[in-house]
């Protein structure tokens, strides 16, 4: 066993194997925490967009409509982007792991308080804030890809099929008619 | 070898640039990866191999070591990664997902085992550890022959603590229904 130890100690005094500096894991930790940030930012971004989604295409009045409504609900349901959502947090959630901290916490527990925080400010940010509503306005003047976003968001097909099931009509909605005298 | 320096404070020294202390932690440490090697993987050769690339990699990256901590955890830690990686070279085997880690488990205090029960333990595992999956043998290895705590073992293995209480039981009954009946 002292061959291994003067193998590994002729290679440190020969400066083939050296000490990374401390530098290097600070900046490591630094990337990790600034990528964390990022992930969580677009996540409840993302969740925000969708909870946005569902408010002005009213989607979720759909579910009064019973078992054709909840047909309804699911086929104009934002899944794509919740998917890439839970995808994000579920990255955040390795991040965290990386961390001594995390670890300490279960897997299932970590990602589903992850989800409840992502949700939770995602829907505060759209029902409390005019955020959504603002950049819609000025969805024209918005860089890509927000503008395309915004300016899209509304799906005009759930408006039929909302008439469909005899739903009042939205803020939104745009009746023609014919001005009598 | 310096028996009076906690391995932290040596690894303070090294920080700080002697390069030589390090062999005092070769010195305290390789016997044990060695061992700990063995029984993990159940296998005699190229354990050295695996050993010298722990204790380069643990050289490596020894800025990174917060004093504060103790040493133990983080190098079997080191040691734990080599290992597995050494282990699904040989093996194979497909990503699987560790059902133990995804829910919380109580948190059991070490149990108080006698010495004969310890004693007793050890026997059985000689005779039957490489019988037994790796995450079992390795929770054994780390517990009865390198007499680590459950908050090591945490550390070594990042999971939460209530996990390695349970793994530890159900290693346990794994160990004695590997075992032939007639077994003390």
């Known amino acids: 066993m002292d061959n291994l130890k003067e193998k590994i100690l002729k290679e440190i005094r020969s400066g083939q194997v050296t000490m990374r500096p401390r530098a290097y894991f600070v900046l490591q930790v630094a990337a990790l925490v600034l990528l964390g940030f990022v992930v969580l930012v677009v996540s409840v971004f993302i969740f925000n967009f ?94 890509p890809p927000f503008g395309d976003l915004y300016g899209h968001a509304r799906h005009h097909d759930i408006d039929d099929v909302l008439r469909g099931f005899g739903a009042p009509p939205g803020a939104d909605d745009v009746y023609s008619a014919t001005t009598t005298e | 070898m310096d028996t009076t320096e906690t391995d932290e404070q040596i690894v303070a020294r090294i920080q700080a640039g002697d390069k030589e202390a390090f062999g005092t932690i070769l010195d305290r440490y390789e016997a044990k990866l060695v061992r700990y090697g063995h029984k993990f993987l159940a296998r005699q050769e190229d354990i050295q191999d695996i050993v010298q690339d722990v204790f380069v990699s643990a050289y490596q990256n020894i800025q990174s070591f917060d004093t504060t901590q103790k040493l133990s955890p983080w190098l079997y830690r080191i040691a734990h990664n080599a290992f597995v990686n050494a282990l699904r070279k040989k093996s194979r085997a497909p990503l699987s ?25 050890r026997a059985m595992l000689d005779k039957g550890l490489d019988k037994l999956a790796p995450k079992y043998r390795e929770v054994l290895v780390l517990y009865y022959f390198e007499e680590m705590p459950y908050k090591d073992i945490a550390e ?29």
């Open chain 1, 50 to 143: 969708i909870v946005f989604s569902i408010r002005i295409n009213r989607v979720d009045t759909l579910l009064g409509f019973g078992p054709r409504g909840w047909g309804a609900f699911v086929r104009f349901f934002p899944w794509m982007w919740l998917i890439v959502d839970v995808t994000l947090v579920t990255l955040l959630e390795w991040l965290l792991r990386q961390f001594r901290f995390g670890n300490k916490i279960p897997v299932l527990y970590l990602l589903a308080g992850l989800l409840c925080m992502t949700v939770l400010t995602g829907a505060v940010v759209d029902r409390a804030t005019p955020f959504n509503d603002s950049l819609r306005e000025m969805h024209a003047g918005l860089p």
């Open chain 2, 97 to 121: 997902i560790d059902f133990d880690t995804l829910v919380s488990h109580p948190v059991y205090d070490d149990p108080a085992e006698s010495e004969r029960e310890q004693r007793d333990m």
């Open chain 2, 156 to 184: 070594v293995l990042q999971v939460p603590q209530g996990t390695v209480g349970i793994r530890l039981r159900r290693a346990k009954e794994a160990l004695k229904e590997a075992l032939p009946k007639n077994h003390g």
